[in-house]
């Protein structure tokens, strides 16, 4: 566990490679987290991959253990991009392409951006519960609406750690099971999380013209794209997703592939870790092979539905 003090914040992490240099020469996996949470919730994935895989995760400007007294950051995509890559520039992870991107639901649209900043370093990148969405008039009342909710529950949100309010809380972020531990640190990092930080990030998750940039970026992706989801999501509606691989493959230079579980919500990485992790890794292979100008050992279908 570290801080790297940059222009926005002390900023906390957590690099296996600090208790095992050797882990140094290993490709690299640096996580980015979704909305009013820190990065606890992708230990039980880090914990499957950490023995291939340097696993670094962080807590974003308003969340967890990072620190923003002092400091004046912008809540932005740009932002957040730029804290999360001082890290990655600190970190050396910049230098050769050895380099997985994971981003989920909000940290989605930080992680494409972060994609094409650092291009060159880039194996792969996951987009986990962030789609894209058609702009109509049905949309568009619908991202007012949602924006109607965050404001409300930010308002309120202290009301969520107690019942039946946090079981309606955690059954919108999970379908599946996931364990008391981390329906704890789920409802924890929500009502303690900046409500500033919070509130931008929600806000700004909708907002229009922040949503058509990152349907032109994640498309400018070089590099071969998981696109993961639970089709039960209740978070973000789970098509968004689906039309985000299928815009892909119709535009992109690079791979792109679709995995959906499909009984699962928002948060795959705790409902069914091990097939998620599962996932990670073949793709992961693929993205090595596709730089070598390799076949992996075994084909692997565009497009996946996990029961």
């Known amino acids: ?55 670094v995760c962080y807590d974003q400007s308003g969340t967890g253990k990072t620190s923003i007294e002092g400091f004046l950051p912008d809540f932005t995509i740009r932002g957040f991009s730029d804290e999360a890559g001082a890290l990655i520039e600190h970190l050396g992870l910049d230098k ?72 309606l809380f955690i059954k919108r972020a999970a379908t599946g099971h996931i364990s008391k531990e981390y329906c704890d640190i789920i409802i924890e990092d929500f009502t303690t999380s900046d409500k500033a930080a919070t509130n931008a990030v929600g806000h700004f998750s909708i907002d229009p013209e922040a949503l058509r940039n990152y349907t032109r970026n994640v498309i400018e992706i ?6 993961c989801v639970g089709m039960a999501d209740h978070t973000i509606p789970p098509e968004g997703t689906v039309t985000l691989f299928e ?4 535009a992109a230079s690079s791979p792109t592939r679709l995995v959906q579980f499909m009984r699962l919500g928002h ?28 076949q992996p050992a075994a084909p692997l279908a565009d497009r996946v539905q996990i029961q």
């Open 247 to 250: 815009k892909r493959k119709a």
């Open 96 to 167: 050769s392409r050895n380099l997985h991107i994971v981003g989920h639901s909000m940290g989605g649209m930080v992680a494409t951006e972060l994609c094409l900043r650092y291009r060159d370093a880039l194996l792969s990148s996951t987009i986990l519960a962030c789609g894209i969405f058609e702009e109509t008039p049905f949309t568009s009342l619908g991202l007012m609406f949602l924006g109607g909710l965050i404001d409300v529950s930010m308002n309120f949100r202290n009301a969520f750690q107690v019942e039946p309010l946090r079981t």
């Open 222 to 227: 070089a590099s071969p794209v998981l696109c």
């Open 267 to 294: 948060l795959p990485m705790l409902e069914d870790t091990p097939r998620f992790v599962e996932e990670l890794k073949k793709h992961f292979d693929f993205a090595e092979h596709f730089y070598k100008k390799t």
């Open 1 to 55: 566990m570290s801080y790297l003090t940059t222009s926005r914040c002390r900023l906390f992490y957590e690099d296996t490679a600090e208790n095992d240099p050797s882990q140094k020469e290993k490709p690299a996996i640096v996580f980015v987290n979704g909305w009013a949470i820190s990065s606890r919730y992708w230990k039980p994935a880090i914990d499957r991959l950490k023995s291939d895989f340097r696993c």
